[in-house]
């Protein structure tokens, strides 16, 4: 049968139903929203950027950036559309999400191969190859399908979404534009604070209400990299100076020194208009985080168009479930990608959508299932989710500690950028082999 069914009209169910679109497979991409919504997105727009406009780094020699380069040389089609909507955001790659949705959504309605259908699906289809990429916000009936499918309990974190203000009502007298240690060009916005102001801001954060959780979210487990900055504040003073508010590297060139901390914010949107703050995703109360913000130098007069919010995110154990080709082991013709996997990110969410777009294709090509040698950072990250020894699994972006270690020892920190360079040398020699896979 040429024909494939996605569930899910995110980042990852659309990158894989272009893929079977390019390989002229018909495809019936499923998307609740808007007639179903969730406790994040705001539009009904697919492949919407939910938490951060930013898909991470784009220096080829970090984890994130070589990802995107790999994706970048496999076709992606979700990578291409951030790049026409990049705003400035340094070394970076940041869209405007309103134009990057846009692009999604125009691409998906306007391929004759694939066939949007706006409903909630509620079972896992037995008679088609399926891509259940639902993601991190799946329905309570599909997630007990799926349960009732892998045969486990339902693992789940916190994910939470960062305020944005109008960059019209920031105080640049306070404020001033620099990139960390002058990367890239001038993008970010960054407020500064002294000793004083940062101890004010701090007692303030730490003993701001909370919004609060309902009985099955109590025993929460948060992902690391995505900490609300209340959680984060709550680990010790000094714990914000040294992640998000770090001030390391920033110069204000009006007074020629590095402040105590600083808080970032970065384009949002392509007109420059709305700026995120970096960072501060939270779950504090509304008018908690009104008042939070414009104690920061810089925002007393902050007009806020969007608040931080928390939502659940849901993912299966991929470890006992999946294959690195992203197949289950119970139903070869059954394929999870997206965060539902316990990937975490933006573009780890494209990368597994592509992979399961590309091997749903050869599955019904009767061609062999792409399995990808760790050499390479999707390859890397796939076999990371499926290794079967990962018995206390949790969420994981793309990192250098997954990647296959290189078979020359370098020793000592001057080379560690050597080594950086050389597994992203070797990675995309690879990934250039597999063109047209």
Excluded at 171 to 193: D, H, L, Q, V
Excluded at 398 to 415: A, C, D, T, V, Y
Aim: charged content about 25%; some cysteine; glycine content about 8%.
């Amino acid at each position: 049968m040429n024909k494939a069914i996605i569930i899910g009209g995110g980042l990852a169910g659309t990158e894989a139903a272009l893929q079977l679109a390019k390989r002229q497979i018909n495809v019936d991409l499923y998307e609740m929203r808007p007639e179903k919504t969730t406790g994040a997105h705001s539009t009904g727009d697919l492949g919407e950027l939910v938490c951060s406009n930013s898909l991470g780094s784009n220096d080829v020699n970090s984890a994130s950036g070589l990802l995107k380069e790999e994706l970048r040389r496999l076709g992606s089609f979700l990578i291409e559309f951030a790049d026409e909507t990049a705003v400035p955001a340094g070394s970076a790659l940041a869209a405007d999400r309103t134009l990057f949705a846009e692009k999604v959504t125009s691409a998906i309605n306007d391929n004759p191969y694939i066939n949007l259908i706006k409903k909630e699906i509620t079972h896992i289809p037995t008679d088609t190859p399926v891509i259940v990429a639902s993601g991190p916000l799946t329905s309570e009936l599909l997630t007990q399908e799926i349960i009732k499918f892998t045969g486990t309990d339902n693992f789940y974190f916190f994910d939470a979404i960062a305020p944005i203000v109008e960059k019209d009502s920031i105080n640049f007298e306070k404020a001033f534009w620099a990139n960390r240690y002058n990367k890239g060009e001038t993008s970010y916005i960054n407020c500064p604070m002294d000793k004083e102001e940062y101890e004010i801001f701090y007692e303030k954060l730490i003993n701001s209400p909370v919004i609060e959780l309902k009985d099955f979210e109590k025993n929460a487990k948060f992902f690391e990299s995505c900490l609300p900055v209340e959680v984060l504040g709550k680990r010790g003073k000094d714990t914000l100076r040294y992640g998000p508010l770090k001030p390391v590297g920033l110069i204000d060139e009006r007074t020629n020194k590095q402040n105590y901390a600083v808080v970032q914010l970065r384009q949002d949107n392509k007109a420059a208009t709305l700026y995120n703050l970096v960072g501060f995703q939270t779950n504090l109360k509304w008018s908690a985080q009104k008042e939070l913000i414009k104690c920061i130098p810089g925002l007393e007069n902050a007009e806020i168009v969007r608040y931080g919010v928390m939502h659940r995110n849901t993912f299966i154990h991929s470890p006992s479930i999946l294959t690195p080709g992203l197949q289950t082991h119970k139903r070869n013709d059954l394929f999870f990608a997206g965060q539902i996997t316990g990937v975490e990110g933006y573009t780890e969410s494209i990368a597994t959508g592509l992979l399961a777009g590309i091997n749903a294709s050869r599955l019904i090509e009767k061609k062999e299932i792409l399995i990808l040698e760790p050499v390479s950072m999707l390859g890397a990250l796939c076999s990371y989710i499926a290794h079967p020894e990962h018995k206390k699994f949790q969420p994981v972006n793309s990192n250098w500690g997954i990647i296959e270690p290189l078979e020359i020892k370098l020793k000592g920190r001057k080379n560690k950028d050597e080594k950086k360079k050389l597994c992203s040398e070797r990675a995309l020699s690879y990934i250039n082999l597999l063109r047209g896979s």
